[in-house]
């Protein structure tokens, strides 16, 4: 299996409720690497634009508000297989559904407010590192 990196983002609901620690915790603890890092407040067009796969989703504006609503930390995480194992930590969208020991699980409020971003696929993961981190290695 190879070495990625993929990007993660700890919304601004779990940045307000205080749980930064919490969940790098839970990064380092699956050996999980952090090679990038920067604490943003996202303007609603930064929002937009990242979140541009979703323009066309009914939860879109609401979606964009809330990511632009406060501090978020954006960081790129570096692992074996660390895109699909990412997604795992991270347990499902909805945290009703997320198993038990999953970000969402412990931290996330709701489908929206749900804790953690994590890309979906290296091509995801390749547009949304650049995104934040322009000219960075993407391995
Ligand atoms: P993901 O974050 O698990 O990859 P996506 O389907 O890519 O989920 O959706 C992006 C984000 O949009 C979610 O993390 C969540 O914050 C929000 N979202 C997704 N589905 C809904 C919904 O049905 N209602 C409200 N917000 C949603
Ligand atoms: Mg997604």
């Not at 090679?35 to 609401?62: C, D, I, Q, T």
């Not at 009703?96 to 995801?124: F, M, Q």
Request: glycine share 6%; net charge neutral; no cysteine.
């Amino acid at each position: 299996m190879a070495i990625e990196r993929t990007l993660t983002i700890i919304k601004p609901d779990a940045v307000a409720a205080g749980h930064i620690g919490d969940i790098i915790k839970l990064f380092e603890a699956q050996k999980f690497r952090i090679v990038a890092a920067r604490l943003v407040n996202l303007s609603k067009k930064e929002a937009e634009g990242f979140y541009a796969v979703h323009r066309s989703k009914g939860f879109f504006e609401s979606l964009t508000n809330f990511m632009s609503s406060g501090s978020a930390l954006v960081m790129v995480l570096e692992a074996e297989n660390a895109i699909k194992r990412l997604r795992e930590v991270m347990g499902a969208t909805n945290p009703a559904n997320a198993a038990p020991g999953t970000i969402r699980k412990l931290y996330a409020a709701s489908i929206e407010s749900n804790a953690v971003h994590g890309s979906d696929a290296p091509e995801t993961a390749a547009y949304e590192i650049s995104y934040f981190f322009p000219g960075m290695n993407l391995i």
